[in-house]
Structures are given as C-alpha cells and as structure tokens.
C-alpha cells in the first residue's frame, strides 16, 4: 500500500494561484501513474489530472486544461498540482490517488490508493 498525504489547500480569490502536494510513503511511489480528482458538494468525485510514472504524460480535465499543472519528483515521492487562474467552480476537496495496476487514468475506480484530501476555496 502506498500512504498518501495531500497539503497546500486553502482560501484564495479568484484569478489566483495554489500548489498542492502530495506525499507518499510505502509502496515504490515512483513505479505508479498518479492522479488528482477532487469533489465539490453535493456532486461526485471527478478526474483534474493525472501523470505517467515517469512523468513523461500529462493528462487533464477540459476544465483545467491550461491552467493547471501536474508534476511528479520520484526522488522525493511527491506529486504536485499547480493551480493558476482559479475560479470559483474549482472550489472543491481535492485528493491525490496512487494507480497500481493497468487502467484508465480518467477513471476514479481504477485508482487503488487515495488521501484524505485537502480543502481549496476560491471566492469571487
């Protein structure tokens, strides 16, 4: 199993920016596609972005796609999500989940390892 532990949530207005991370201990982090979902209230858990095990591809939901970034160092475990330009509509619990066997990168259920998520707030 690997451990995952997501930070760098918060308040912040519209038009600005933040940077998630998420830290993982157990398994070898770097032999795992990474993902990024997040679940506003009320509606269901969807897919942000996602990452190779390498690092060598991205992918993204059309509603983030230019303005956010997923990146991975395997050296220190760790995956980050940064956010520009947030809307209010990207206010959501935003979780980092660990892939280890094949499947789909958009698809929550194909995710085997998830964190307890972190809180991002963008007022208007």
């Known amino acids: 199993q690997v451990q995952l532990v997501e930070a760098g949530g918060g308040l912040v207005q519209a038009g600005g920016s933040l940077r998630l991370s998420c830290a993982a201990s157990?398994?070898?982090?770097?032999?795992?596609?990474m993902g990024w979902f997040r679940q506003a209230p009320g509606k269901e858990r969807e897919f942000v972005a996602a990452?190779?095990?390498?690092?060598?591809?991205?992918y993204y939901a059309d509603s983030v796609k230019g303005r956010f970034t997923i990146s991975r160092d395997n050296a220190n475990n760790t995956v980050y999500l940064q956010m520009n330009s947030l809307k209010p509509e990207d206010t959501a619990v935003y979780y980092c989940?660990?892939?280890?066997?094949?499947?789909?990168?958009?698809?929550?259920?194909?995710?085997?390892?998830w964190g307890q998520g972190t809180q991002v707030t963008v007022s208007s």
């Open positions: 989940a660990a892939r280890y066997y094949s499947g789909s990168y958009y698809t929550t259920g194909d995710y085997n390892s």
């Open positions: 157990g398994r070898t982090f770097s032999s795992y596609p």
């Open positions: 990452i190779s095990w390498s690092g060598d591809s991205t």
